[in-house]
Nanobody, 124 residues
Framework: QVQLVESGGGLVQAGGSLRLSCAASGRTFSSAAMGWFRQAAGKEREFVAG????????YYADSVKGRFTISRNNAMNTVYLQMNSLKPEDTAVYYC?????????????????WGQGTQVTVSS
């Protein structure tokens, strides 16, 4: 069993930065690929970034490449999402998720555990 708690969301102006954190409980964190997803109002949940259990494999959605950075600290059971150069279209609820796989995928169905989400709002 893994429990995930996100933090760090908020309101920021376009061009600003936020750092999301996801604290995980459970012994399986270090063996799980982790992902960040987001869901804007009226839209489907979409993949943002994923990181393998070792941290050596990382994927980003095209829409965030060069602006967002995912990282993890297995000693702290925490995964991060540094978001720079934020745009109004980044506004969404952001979720972290843990996979049973060791490499990340872009498909939500491959993630077994989800956090409650944290709201990110970017004003123009």
């Amino acid at each position: 069993q893994v429990q995930l708690v996100e933090s760090g969301g908020g309101l920021v102006q376009a061009g600003g930065s936020l750092r999301l954190s996801c604290a995980a409980s459970g012994r399986t964190f270090s063996s799980a690929a982790m992902g960040w997803f987001r869901q804007a109002a009226g839209k489907e949940r979409e993949f943002v970034a994923g990181i393998s259990s070792s941290g050596n494999t990382i994927y980003y959605a095209d829409s965030v490449k060069g602006r967002f950075t995912i990282s993890r600290n297995n000693a702290m059971n925490t995964v991060y999402l540094q978001m720079n150069s934020l745009k109004p279209e980044d506004t969404a609820v952001y979720y972290c998720a843990a996979s049973a796989l060791i490499v990340p995928t872009t498909t939500p169905l491959n993630y077994n555990y989800w956090g409650q989400g944290t709201q990110v709002t970017v004003s123009s």
